[in-house]
């Protein structure tokens, strides 16, 4: 039963690939310019060139590098202080103003002044942190925010431990929380240090490479680069659904 629903499954992914692959070549031929848009056929090539040479895996090994630590940074310090602003209204006020500032900075703002004050290798690194710290601030807090009021009355009643209340009470309600706030985090890290990477340029960077194709007026390496990154996203976040045993529909995963 189970082999049967993977199966078809699987079958319906290749149909969905098969359908906008199609419509990607429909829109090459009613277009008819290359150098504007290439074909699915052309972009596929250059895409598998890219693999042919080993300075595209340390391209793209120190974009990974930087995404990562953009990504950890920002739960490092975005889950512990989301969780004390959720458990402490007064702390929530103190550190609001400063979240609605970061996620209403434009992302191009943000590249342009760490330009100004970091070198050329941390900028992304530094984007990245920048859009990814609030996703997960505001989602911790929320979940904490959201924990079961009943459950805090009856931890209230029967005199458990501040400690065992949090790690038994509010941690697992803002787990889910912080599972979805970090895998949006994942796309949204992805597209962050790419930017930065563009405007940066720091050596051995994705971003480099789509400012070079854009720069030869090479659509086809602009592509592939791109697609790219949108598979390392898509894996980055499979990855991180498998190992928190956490789907992107919000739902926890079980053991069959």
Not at 176 to 193: C, D, E
Not at 195 to 213: D, H, R, T, Y
Request: proline share 5%.
């Amino acid at each position: 039963m189970i082999r049967s629903i993977t199966k078809n499954r699987k079958i319906k992914l290749l149909l969905i690939i098969l359908f906008w692959l199609l419509v990607w070549e429909g829109l090459y031929l009613i277009i008819g310019r290359d150098i504007y848009f290439p074909s699915p056929a052309a972009t596929i090539e250059t895409l598998g060139l890219l693999f042919t040479k080993s300075e595209s895996y340390i391209v793209i090994l120190t974009s990974i590098y930087r995404t990562v630590l953009a990504l950890l940074i920002s739960a490092a310090i975005g889950i512990p202080l989301g969780a004390l602003c959720g458990y402490s209204k007064d702390f929530f006020d103190l550190f609001n103003p400063m979240i609605i500032v970061l996620r209403s900075t434009p992302v191009i703002s943000i590249i342009i002044i760490a330009i100004i004050w970091f070198p050329s290798t941390q900028v992304p690194i530094f984007a990245g942190f920048l859009m990814c710290f609030p996703v997960i601030f505001t989602a911790t807090a929320a979940g904490v925010r959201g924990t079961d009021v009943k459950l805090l009355e009856m931890c209230r009643v029967y005199r458990i431990a501040r400690r065992r209340v949090i790690s038994s009470v509010y941690f697992p309600s803002a787990l889910p929380y912080i599972h979805s706030s970090i895998i949006t985090s994942i796309g949204m890290g992805w597209k962050a240090v790419a930017a930065a990477e563009v405007l940066a340029m720091p050596k051995n960077s994705i971003g480099a490479n789509l400012f070079f194709a854009k720069i030869a007026l090479d659509p086809c390496a602009l592509f592939a680069w791109t697609f790219v990154i949108i598979i390392l996203s898509y894996i980055f976040e499979g990855l991180y659904g498998r190992v928190s045993r956490y789907d992107k529909d919000r739902k926890r995963k079980h053991n069959v």
